[in-house]
């Protein structure tokens, strides 16, 4: 397959230069002509989980200069906004049949399906963990995959081509529930990942706190109302997505406490990605994860005050208003119950 890779991150970096490695062969396309240039010199270098390579870029251009190609495969591995900006104009860029992976937390990859056509887009999450240390410079944190499928369920025929292609550098698997998966993860975005960056520290730091636990609670059981609403069945990762005895909401006790305990085992530890975007001054995904959640729960009249709160407090913090804290946890809590 003729393939584009967009976005030179630490996930587009390190698929390239393990395809590569592997004798694969991918375009490289980079947000502007100095970060081609430096990449062209610097080449691509992996270190961590899966041992050392490097990799020389076979061919490397601003994302503008390939906007004329035809590639069957185009590989979307920007942040969530780039993705929603670039999507559109990739997609003229796909030859018959292509097709376009976006591989971005939340609800980008469903937003753009809806918007470009499911015959166009295949779904993808990452499990895959790393890190840029600089550019061309990658480590690989974890054994992770990538998660792809069809939106509309079941395996295809085109899903199994874009494992053959890049599962010579990383693991592909195939889901027949993709977006039941995509859902799973999500649940956890909004409320591991996104309290935790609000409260600046992990899921276990915060989750003893009266105020932590309910925020999770509110959070997870508005983000699953949502996904059952939208007619999805989570599927089953790391975590089973529905707490034991839940039904609307969750039910705090042993069951409950049970199914907690799995979710810290797996991720109470994490360092919320989005805590680092505070940490850089970058702008978060976070209308595309508990954003994403309120918008599509306003759609379905399934109400999610704590998504909004969590929402609104993640761009006060964005604009520099306030810190992240764990204080900010009664802060969203009492925002939801004056809904």
Known sequence: MKTLIVGMGALGGVIAARLFAAGGSAALATRDRPSADALKSSGLRVTGIGGETQ?????????????????????????????????????????????????????????????????????????????????????????????????????????????????????????????????????????VTTLGAVAGCTMRQYIDSPEGRRAFRGAYDEALNVALASGVTPERMLVDPIPTGWHGRSEPGDS????????????????????????????????????YVAKLGRDLRVPTPVNDAITEIVHTIERGELRPAQMLLKEILRSADAV
């Open 55 to 191: 990799a020389t870029p076979q061919r490397i251009a601003p994302l503008e200069d390939f906007l004329h190609d035809r590639f069957d495969l185009i590989v979307l591995a920007t942040k969530a906004h780039a993705a929603i900006e670039t999507g559109p104009a990739l997609a003229s860029c796909l030859a018959d049949g292509g097709v376009l992976l976006p591989i971005q937390n939340g609800g980008v990859p469903a937003m753009l399906a809806q918007q470009l056509g499911e015959h166009r887009v295949l779904g993808g999450l990452s499990n895959l963990g790393a890190t840029m240390h600089a550019p061309g410079i990658y480590e690989q944190r974890n054994a992770g995959h990538l998660l792809i499928g069809e939106f509309a369920g079941g395996i295809s025929e085109r899903a199994e081509h874009v494992k053959a292609c890049l599962g010579r550098g990383v693991e592909i698997r195939i889901s027949a529930n993709l977006r039941g998966a995509m859902w799973s993860k999500l649940l956890l975005n909004c409320s």
């Open 256 to 291: 409950y406490d049970a199914w907690l305990e799995t979710v810290l085992a797996n991720y109470g530890d994490l360092k919320p990605s989005m805590l680092q975007d505070f940490e850089r001054g970058k702008t978060t995904e976070i209308d595309f994860i508990n954003g």
